[in-house]
């Protein structure tokens, strides 16, 4: 028996500065896990809360409430269990907070500690973190196709563009390590472009360039120019991923894009996005309308479902029934999988078999502020989840999973790459 003996949650800081959820789970093994919160800045209104402190202190983002919940509330709960059963342990943690959005206890508690839990027990295992995952359940590993942002926006970048990522994917790469190559070339042509024009001003949150555009679409274009300057011929081997977020500038069907001064219905949207999708080598689109337009979603997958992947992110929170019904209506086509917006370790994974079962792909995803923490490196690779998305190509708390996928990549070899497979059915396919 692995038995947990310990957990204890201390506060440590994210890569945007602001104090995040660590805990430090300890079997009587003496054997440890570790896991840390990450944080949304543009979130889902459905997803599992941020427990704050509010108040003045540290601009109310302080975590000693959450603290309390892992110190005071599940640790109690928790210790003496077998650190194996996963399912057990989550279940028990939610048993002690059942509101939907986990308010009382604050998922950064919940996630930390779940993450915390899944780690030791890999290590009570004597195996690699993904390694334990594959075989908890049951799946074939394989290193997943990323999706790595060029140029932020949205609420990342003081909103200084109305979409929120612009992104590449390299599914013509034949390693990892090629799609690492090949991003570090467009990354680095796009920042000479916008410093050339003057449409440089820095980087944003997720470390893609701040851009200064004066639309949408010179970004895109932008983006089709550093594509070519790195010498690929765009749609080839790269193709372009857009995350709209449009859930931050869109309610109730009624969307503003600021940058360009103009607002527009659902359906303009989707004509925009449509005319973009003909326009550019477009292989996947992320929340092409708000969270609250299922309307809008619908007819963007019936009109375009069958050429591009179609995330939902705010629009399925990584939530197993919302990813039931998007099937069932035909709205999304995909889901991105963010561990602490389900809360917990269990729920983001019944969420992605969810997501298989009912046909949909699915991209494992970091969040805006994040940290050293790795798993979810471990967490794509192990489920053979087939795509990570983790932000830009600078920023150890970004760089960190990609040089943890080259660590895995070294144990696994380079043929479990899945390379363009996750996307067979799209545009790029
Ligand atoms: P967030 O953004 O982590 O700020 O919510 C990431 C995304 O929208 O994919
Ligand atoms: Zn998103």
Redo the contacts with the bound molecule.
Sequence with gaps: MNTIKSVKGRRVWDSRGNPTVEVDVTLETGVTGRGIAPA????GTREAIDLRDGGNKLRGKDVQRALASVNNIIAPAIIGREVADQVGIDAAILALDPSPLKDSLGGNATVATSIAVLHAAAAAAQKPLWRHIADAYARVPSIPLPEIQIFGGG??AGRRVDI??FMIMVPGAGSFEEVMEVTNEVYFAAGDIMAQKGRLAGVADEGGWWPVFDSNEEALETLVAAIEKAGEKPGERVTISL?V?ASEFGKNGKYRLALEDRSMDSGALIDMLGGWLDAYPIASI?DPVGEDDPEGMKEFTRRFGDRVQIIG??YLVTNKTLVEEAAAAGACNAV?IKVNQAGTISESIDTFFAAEKAGFTSVV?A???ETEDVTISHLATGLGAGQL?VGSFTRSERMAKWNECLRIQDMLGPAAFVGGAPLASTWWG
Excluded at 40 to 43: D, E, V, Y
């Design positions: 949304g800045a543009s979130r609420a990342h929120q990522d995350d977020a992320e992110d705010d991105l995803s969040r805006s502020g998305k």
